[in-house]
């Protein structure tokens, strides 16, 4: 065999051996991201029940969670189905689902002085509901999770709210609420 016969027949061997580390450490890198992945997500639902529950421990922030009235004799239905009570301040419920990157509404629209309650479930991923002009913060849930946030809507003007989760405002996650 002379020294041409040799390089071929390595030069086809070694393409091989390198095509096939190749393959082996690709995939190793990419089942190492996924489990990178879900260790991240498992962080932030364990980080966000762990910052729950100091919230919940904290006697400041206690002062200032309001409550829902449940059951008083002034109350009646709307005919949209949220409730409103005899008076000022109605009490306006807002069922509202999130998933990947948007909202089940692009607008809600509330009276001046309305006492408004967002209830917001996750319908797919990690997500909550924030609008800044009036402090209202639903804490972060996951898929099939729900929570509720309740404000006074004390000042007229269109106001956005979004999902504060990463870059899903960012990536069209938002809405308008309107106060007139």
Same mark, same amino acid.
């Given at each position: 065999?002379?020294?041409?016969?040799?390089?071929?027949?390595?030069?086809?061997?070694?393409? =091989?051996?390198?095509?096939?580390?190749?393959?082996?450490?690709?995939?190793?890198?990419?089942?190492?991201?996924?489990?990178?992945?879900?260790?991240?997500?498992?962080?932030?639902?364990? =980080?966000?029940?762990?910052?729950?529950?100091?919230?919940?421990?904290?006697?400041?922030?206690?002062?200032?969670?309001?409550?829902?009235?449940?059951?008083?004799?002034?109350?009646?239905?709307?005919?949209?189905?949220?409730?409103?009570?005899?008076?000022?301040?109605?009490?306006?419920?807002?069922?509202?689902?999130?998933?990947?990157?948007?909202?089940?509404?692009?607008?809600?629209?509330?009276?001046?002085?309305?006492?408004?309650?967002?209830?917001?479930?996750?319908?797919?991923?990690?997500?909550?509901?924030?609008?800044?002009?009036?402090?209202?913060?639903?804490?972060?849930?996951?898929?099939?999770?729900?929570?509720?946030?309740?404000?006074?809507?004390?000042?007229?003007?269109?106001?956005?709210?979004?999902?504060?989760?990463?870059?899903?405002?960012?990536?069209?996650?938002?809405?308008?609420?309107?106060?007139?």
């Amino acid at each position: 065999m002379n020294n041409l016969e040799m390089s071929k027949g390595f030069g086809a061997a070694g393409i =091989l051996v390198i095509v096939g580390i190749i393959i082996i450490v690709g995939g190793l890198l990419y089942s190492g991201a996924l489990r990178q992945e879900a260790d991240l997500r498992e962080d932030d639902t364990s =980080l966000s029940s762990e910052s729950e529950n100091e919230s919940m421990m904290n006697d400041e922030n206690n002062e200032n969670m309001v409550m829902p009235e449940i059951g008083t004799e002034d109350e009646m239905m709307s005919d949209e189905g949220s409730m409103m009570e005899e008076g000022d301040n109605a009490l306006v419920t807002v069922d509202i689902t999130g998933k990947n990157f948007e909202f089940s509404q692009k607008e809600i629209r509330v009276k001046k002085g309305d006492r408004v309650r967002i209830n917001f479930t996750s319908t797919d991923g990690f997500h909550d509901w924030v609008v800044d002009e009036f402090n209202a913060v639903t804490t972060r849930v996951s898929t099939g999770d729900s929570t509720f946030v309740e404000f006074v809507a004390d000042t007229a003007g269109t106001f956005e709210y979004y999902c504060s989760v990463g870059n899903h405002r960012s990536l069209g996650m938002k809405g308008s609420l309107i106060v007139e």
